[in-house]
């Protein structure tokens, strides 16, 4: 039902899950977080040129960011 390496787990103890869109959608991936009882508790749009590298302590979601030629390291909160 995903892709190879789609599945990620942050350190609160959620997978999230990369979508298969199943048509065009505008910005970046959209994630599906499911907690350690298998409910759906959140779905998450990373922003346009964005990627998940990691995961900290309370929703804490570490990522980098192209911008141009360049490309920084950025920290967000999910929910």
């Keep these: 039902p995903f892709c190879a390496g789609a599945a990620r787990a942050d350190a609160d103890g959620n997978i999230w899950v990369r979508t298969i869109p199943t048509?065009?959608?505008?910005g970046g991936p959209v994630?599906?977080?499911?907690?350690?009882?298998?409910?759906?508790v959140e779905r998450v749009q990373v922003?346009?040129?964005?990627?998940?590298?990691?995961?900290?302590?309370n929703g804490a979601v570490y990522m980098t960011v192209r911008e141009g030629d360049n490309t920084f390291l950025e920290r967000a909160r999910s929910k």
């Design 23 to 26: 048509k065009a959608i505008a």
């Design 31 to 40: 994630y599906d977080v499911i907690n350690r009882k298998g409910e759906l």
């Design 47 to 57: 922003p346009l040129n964005s990627a998940i590298i990691g995961f900290g302590p």
